[in-house]
């Protein structure tokens, strides 16, 4: 039975290469110890921070801690692993290997660490970009904070390579020939990044917006890394480059102070020139009285022509809000109290209308009446007694 135990001690010892398999039960021991108390260890630091932050007013440092949680937990099984290997009388080789090993798992930790850190550290850049804006400023932060997250992922790994000894700088190197050819590629994606930033360096519009361009017209919902999401008026979600959004004549309707209204009223012929002057200053006080027309922009009340079938009075003013539907209201509204202020000054609204003169008839014509959305028109015959004429 002794031999048995020599045996299997034997061929347990070349298995762990000769180190004692007391070491490595203590290594092993230790390991578990602070893998299964990751939990208590970082809740007792957690909890000693937390009372900390709590004695702050500012939020950011709650949010530190909270984040810390993870990357935490993680650092001590590293630790861990570190602990044990200094137990092991290991190979010069495998202690290098183990080396390059516990280095990049500290690497991993520094850069998650970065990596959760963003996420706290966005509620303070969230007052900085505030300043463009409250809507301008959520797409700022979004676009900076994915930016910052690709780059600590990139130089961490960038990190952890070079602790296996590849020559990061013949690396990039590579990737900057890389780079140009997948530049050259993708050329149209790099000019929407550029594009995109323009936006945001110009504030050309935000989420929000009412916008229009020679070929899109409606509202941001979002501006995107590459392109711009706008919801059409008939609800259709449209998007289009950043490059060709950068590039083109926009017309932001959000940014009016007020909004204007240009409106025709046609008067009859039969109206005379006291009624037409006391309607036309009727209408000038009511513009000038209305809480929602703005008082500081222009007003004008005018006769401006004579009309085919009517006399037109031309209104041009602006309303305080700049919001579709309620500007739409103000007009309906307008308009009804435009056609009372008529009726009471004894006049009428006119339309269209044509009158036949027909020869032999004396001299009382004979008028017919063209519905203002009919389109007739008359063939005159040869030798034809009936000449038709368009008249007031």
Do not use: C
Not at 19 to 31: E, G, K, N, Q, T
Not at 32 to 57: D, E, N, Q, S, W
Not at 340 to 362: H, K, M, Q
């Amino acid at each position: 039975m002794d031999w048995l135990l020599d045996y299997v001690a034997d061929l347990l010892s070349d298995l762990s290469g000769g180190v004692p398999l007391s070491r490595l039960a203590i290594a092993l021991v230790v390991f578990l110890a602070f893998f299964f108390l990751r939990r208590v260890l970082a809740r007792v630091i957690l909890g000693f921070l937390g009372k900390v932050a709590l004695r702050t007013r500012t939020e950011v440092d709650d949010a530190i801690v909270r984040d810390l949680e993870h990357p935490l937990r993680f650092a001590w099984v590293v630790l861990g692993l570190h602990v044990a290997a200094g137990i092991l009388p290991l190979h010069p080789e495998a202690a290098l290997f183990m080396n390059a090993v516990i280095q990049s798992l500290v690497i991993v930790v520094v850069f998650w660490t970065m990596f959760k850190l963003t996420d706290a550290l966005s509620l303070a850049f969230k007052k900085i970009f505030g300043l463009f804006g409250a809507d301008l400023g959520v797409d700022l932060h979004q676009f900076f904070i994915r930016a910052l997250k690709v780059l600590i992922v990139f130089l961490g790994v960038m990190a952890a390579l070079q602790q296996w000894g590849v020559n990061v700088a013949a690396f990039l190197g590579g990737l900057g020939l890389a780079g140009m050819a997948i530049a050259l590629a993708a050329k149209e994606t790099v000019q929407n990044v550029f594009g995109g930033l323009t936006i945001f360096a110009d504030r050309t519009y935000q989420r929000g917006d009412w916008v229009e361009t020679p070929f899109v017209e409606g509202t941001v919902e979002v501006i995107g890394l590459r392109s711009t999401k706008i919801r059409a008026f008939n609800k259709t979600l449209i998007t289009v480059p950043n490059a060709r959004m950068s590039e083109a004549a926009v017309i932001n309707w959000s940014r009016m102070p007020v909004r204007r209204v240009k409106m025709d009223i046609g008067l009859e012929y039969r109206t005379t020139r006291a009624q037409a002057t006391r309607i036309i200053e009727r209408l000038r006080g009511y513009l000038k009285d209305h809480p929602d027309i703005d008082n500081q922009a222009t007003q004008m009340v005018h006769l401006v022509s004579f009309g085919d079938s009517a006399l037109i009075v031309n209104l041009y003013y602006f309303t305080t809000t700049t919001i579709w539907e309620q500007w739409r209201d103000i007009i309906n509204r307008n308009i009804l109290d435009f056609m009372l202020i008529v009726e009471e000054e004894g006049a009428a609204f006119a339309f269209p209308s044509r009158t036949l003169y027909v020869e032999g008839a004396g001299e009382h014509p004979v008028p017919f009446l063209t519905p203002p959305q009919s389109k007739q028109t008359m063939e005159e015959p040869t030798d034809s007694a009936l000449r038709a004429t368009s008249s007031s």
